[in-house]
């Protein structure tokens, strides 16, 4: 290891990977979406173990077999865990710190991530409430509060 | 064989729900000992090499350690800013795919005082893309001192040497 | 010869090979993994270990993209690794799962390669500029197609090739892609259509490029004992090999694949072939670009160096020839996701070795193959050999 001489002679490259990405949300998401925008949640089922997947897949992941069974879920469910956030992506604070809930939706086996309107305990039962206006997204649930 | 997959033409693509990312991806990408010291020289108006004891190789752009030798090296050369072509392409289009009017002529050049071979990747200007040829001898054109940051751009374009062979 | 676990294929599967797929990377690996499996004659349960390939996590847009990929491709709950060198990956799978089953360790592996390209913007093209020295390089307003055509140049220069004897891959391979169910640009196109299609970064022009695209594929790998039991033609893998270059690419002198030929050697000493051009009988050499499958051919040791263009233009290289290349119609004809794309050469040669590969079937009953990757800044071969 040599020891630097002169500090002129020690040089960052500056620049950037300049992409962004358009994501097509796949044969099972695309029939997500939609439903979601007719504010109701879908799920799909394995016929060969029962699982039953919220987002839905056309495959099931332990039995590698083709799934084609779609069916609405109640916009319901439990909250298993939550969290309150204080800081973006790039660290910097929050105006207000916003509260996220990990939701277990009745009738699947499966849990989504979604914006908590109130404070929330482990255990509760909350529902799904949907934005007025949709587009087909998750930005189409505006959030889960407490039933 | 069952063979699956559903293609979407450029209109269904739009047409579909998609989601849209722009990631940022911003880099400082530390220069190391050997292009630290390379790009200094670019700087100040050289290209400088480096030579492995073992392998004899004179190396360009320099590196801190010979990669078939794997020693280090620190026995830095000054070289010309002159080489010959050892192949070159004319380009029509740009980093982002779009098609250019005028287009740019990479080439890879052999710098004269480095080891038979070893070249570094510029472009050439100042040259008909017809007229370009392998074994072409080049010269670098530098910019003006002031405007020079220490940076592979330092040199605008290798143009051809006229009157050589 | 050191004694290693005999290891064999016995099944494949592919996607279609697509420009925009509306199925996500996990479909698309579901969909060859499934094939795969389903051909085999084994059951998901049978898996013992999962192998997946895919190239840059930049163009899926998906940081970690081989855990994502991971239950798409039967990787839930199993021993699951990803294999990655650029391009090279496809052929680097079955590789590494080669190794999976010869060890001992496992009897059984599922290879997955899958790539969805369109999902980069502007142009996925963008994603690979990534790949030149950020430094040294990427500040000239550097472009992917610039190493191809620096590489062909130097090639055409070296050995004295015209743009006709070129052109001549474009025109067998996209022909050879009409009988492949996969394929994406299949056409019928004669020279003069070649060397009069857009020229994009001279010598290349738009009719020499394989395009970008979605896809995946996916074989089936068993020890010896279960291919016995299970498989009525397995396809042994014979020989494996795989070498890397220096990453100063401009030192190097681009008219010969020093790696390939390297990772050749390794392969056939290990099958023990002492002729190639003799002893195989179907090539599938990487093809992104019309030269690169000469520029392969000879790196595989296939013909002596310069030659490879003469046999083209002989036919030696069509299906009914003597040596055929790419009866799949390789990555011209049937489309480039990129680690998908070695892979589908090895499911060619497994069909053609067992006489399945339809109306693309090579004549005369072939009995050894072998297909190559290749990646990276003009880096890496890897290569293998398989036979029946």
């Known amino acids: 290891m040599k020891k630097v001489e002169k500090n002129t002679e020690i040089r960052v490259w500056r620049g950037e990977i300049p992409v962004f990405y358009l994501y097509t949300p796949g044969v099972a998401g695309e029939k997500f979406f939609q439903s979601l925008k007719e504010g109701k949640l879908i799920a799909s089922k394995c016929p060969e173990c029962g699982k039953r997947y919220i987002p839905p897949r056309i495959y099931c992941e332990e039995c590698l077999c083709d799934i084609e069974d779609y069916f609405e879920v109640p916009n319901s469910g439990v909250v298993e865990s939550w969290s309150e956030v204080y800081l973006t992506a790039d660290e910097n604070f929050l105006e207000k710190p916003s509260l996220i809930a990990l939701v277990k939706i009745d009738g699947t086996d499966g849990k989504l991530i979604l914006k908590a309107l109130e404070g929330v305990e482990i255990g509760d039962r909350v529902e799904i409430v949907f934005e007025e206006k949709r587009v087909g997204g998750m930005k189409d649930i505006k959030g889960v509060k407490k039933v | 064989m069952k063979v699956r997959g559903k293609d979407l033409k450029k209109d269904d693509f739009e047409r579909t729900i998609k989601i849209e990312y722009h990631p940022k991806l911003l880099y400082a990408w530390d220069a190391g000992y050997a292009v630290g010291k390379f790009l200094q020289g670019l700087k100040e108006g050289k290209i400088l090499g480096i030579r492995c004891r073992k392998c004899d190789r004179i190396l360009v752009p320099p590196r801190a350690f010979c990669e078939l030798c794997f020693v280090p090296l620190d026995e830095w050369v000054e070289l010309k800013d002159t080489g010959r072509v050892n192949t070159f392409s004319i380009s029509y289009i740009s980093w982002d795919v779009r098609r250019l009017e005028k287009p740019e002529i990479p080439a890879v050049i052999e710098i004269d005082g480095a080891s038979p071979g070893i070249g570094i990747l510029h472009l050439l200007g100042e040259v008909k893309p017809e007229e370009v040829k392998v074994g072409m001898k080049v010269k670098a054109v530098w910019k003006k001192e002031s405007e020079r940051i220490g940076a592979i751009t330092d040199i605008l374009y290798f143009k051809p040497l006229k009157g050589e062979e | ?388």
């Open chain 3, 1 to 388: 010869m050191k004694p290693y676990r005999k290891v064999a294929v016995i099944g494949a599967g592919l996607t279609k090979f697509m420009r925009r797929a509306l199925e996500t990377g996990r479909e698309l690996s579901f969909y060859a993994a499934k094939e795969a499996l389903s051909s085999s004659g084994l059951k998901f349960k049978d898996i013992q270990s999962v192998v997946m390939a895919t190239a840059p996590d930049a163009f899926d847009g998906v940081h970690m993209k081989g855990e994502y990929l991971a239950d798409g491709a039967g990787g839930f709950k199993r021993p699951y690794m990803r294999s990655y060198v650029g391009g090279g990956s496809g052929v680097f799978a079955i590789i590494h799962g080669w190794y999976m089953v010869a060890s001992g360790m496992f009897d059984t592996c599922l290879v997955v390669a899958e790539e969805k390209m369109s999902s980069c913007q502007p142009h996925p093209q963008a994603a690979f500029n990534s790949i030149y020295d950020h430094t040294l390089e990427r500040p000239l307003g550097v472009n992917l197609l610039w190493i191809f055509a620096l590489e062909m140049q130097r090639y055409m220069h070296v050995h004295k090739i015209s743009e006709e004897e070129i052109a001549l891959v474009s025109v067998k391979n996209k022909k050879n892609a009409l009988d492949h169910p996969s394929a994406q640009v299949a056409e019928e196109v004669t020279v003069k259509d070649v060397l009069n299609s857009e020229i994009m970064a001279w010598p290349v022009r738009r009719l020499m490029v394989s395009p970008t695209s979605d896809g995946a594929a996916a074989i089936v790998l068993a020890a010896e004992h279960i291919a016995r039991r299970v498989s009525e033609k397995p396809v042994w893998i014979e020989g494996i090999g795989w070498c890397l270059d220096t990453s100063f690419w401009t030192n190097r002198d681009l008219y010969y694949p020093d790696y390939v030929e390297k990772a050749a050697r390794m392969a056939y000493e290990m099958a023990g072939i002492k002729e190639p051009s003799k002893e195989i009988h179907i090539a599938e050499p990487y093809d992104p670009f019309a030269y690169k499958e000469l520029h392969h051919m000879e790196g595989l040791l296939l013909c002596k160096r310069g030659e490879a263009a003469k046999l083209t233009a002989k036919g030696v290289t069509q299906r009914n020839g003597d040596l055929p290349v790419c009866p799949s119609g390789g990555l011209l004809g049937v489309g480039n996701p990129i680690a998908a794309a070695g892979l589908m050469k090895v499911c060619e040669i497994f069909w053609q070795l067992r006489g399945e590969a339809g109306k693309r079937q090579v004549p005369g009953n072939p009995k050894r193959g072998v297909a190559q990757a290749w990646g990276d800044l003009m880096q890496v071969g890897t290569v293998v050999v398989l036979g029946i």
